[in-house]
């Protein structure tokens, strides 16, 4: 059982915006930033947002994050079939002293 | 181009030990903190292990402390985990991780493709 808790799976058209949870807690995402990560079929993570909002040069401007006291959350606006993979987030835990992950959320693009 | 590739890994007999290794190019490697992150066969990712740019600073998941240990070797540029007694539930793929510049914990902005670690009798 992941510390981050994430929807195991989201799905979408190309004309829909989907959303992705991640909630936490006061010790991780209430006092830390969070990080989304997308791992594509067969390839490792790559960092997707950073800092909660932020995003890597190259990384679409269709994908945003953002993040409200113990949650956050990944938003992609009309998502593409290449964005089919799994996300997930990831937070610095104060209690733990450690990173925690969410258990992940598999995108499917209809 | 940069990148990380890990080294090391294989099947190993519960009890066991193994030790990877992790080398980087195309990056002044000692400025940066660095990271293992491991995923199950079909399952999702978990931080392993943690180690500041100078080694003063290492963090370990409470599933790996006491078992693992993570060190680096700035003048090598090498990133290493030693791994011992080894249960079925460590196999995994290995990655090694690259934190960012300004060493926010839990931002990997690089990662090598992984090495499969194999725990089974």
């Known amino acids: 059982q992941s510390v981050l808790t994430q929807p195991p799976s989201a799905s979408g058209t190309p004309g829909q915006r989907v959303t992705i949870s991640c909630s936490g807690s006061?010790?991780?995402?209430?006092?830390?930033?969070v990080y989304w990560y997308q791992q594509l079929p067969g390839m490792a993570p790559k960092l997707l947002i950073y800092?909660?909002?932020q995003r890597p040069s190259g990384v679409p401007d269709r994908f945003s994050g953002s993040k409200s006291g113990t949650s956050a959350s990944l938003a992609i606006s009309g998502p593409r079939s290449e964005d089919e993979a799994d996300y997930y987030c990831?937070?610095?835990?104060?209690?733990?002293?450690?990173?925690?992950f969410g258990g992940g959320t598999k995108l499917t693009v209809l | 181009e940069v990148q990380l590739a890990e080294f090391g890994g294989g099947l190993v007999q519960p009890g066991g030990s193994l030790r990877l290794s992790c080398a980087v190019s195309?990056?002044?490697?000692?400025?940066?903190?660095l990271n293992w992150v491991r995923q199950a066969p079909g399952k999702g990712l978990e931080w392993v292990s943690y180690?500041?740019?100078?080694?003063?600073?290492?963090y370990y998941a409470g599933s790996v402390k006491g078992r693992f240990t993570i060190s680096r070797d700035n003048a090598k540029n090498a990133l290493y985990l030693q791994l011992n007694s080894l249960r079925d539930e460590d196999t995994a793929v290995y990655y090694c991780?690259?934190?960012?510049?300004?060493?926010?914990?839990?931002?990997?902005?690089?990662w090598g493709r992984g090495t499969l670690v194999t725990v089974s009798s």
């Open positions: 991780a690259r934190g960012d510049y300004d060493d926010h914990l839990g931002c990997f902005d690089l």
């Open positions: 195309r990056f002044t490697f000692s400025s940066y903190s």
């Open positions: 180690i500041s740019s100078n080694s003063r600073n290492i």
């Open positions: 006061t010790s991780s995402i209430g006092s830390n930033y």
């Open positions: 800092r909660n909002n």
């Open positions: 990831a937070a610095w835990d104060d209690r733990l002293s450690g990173v925690v």
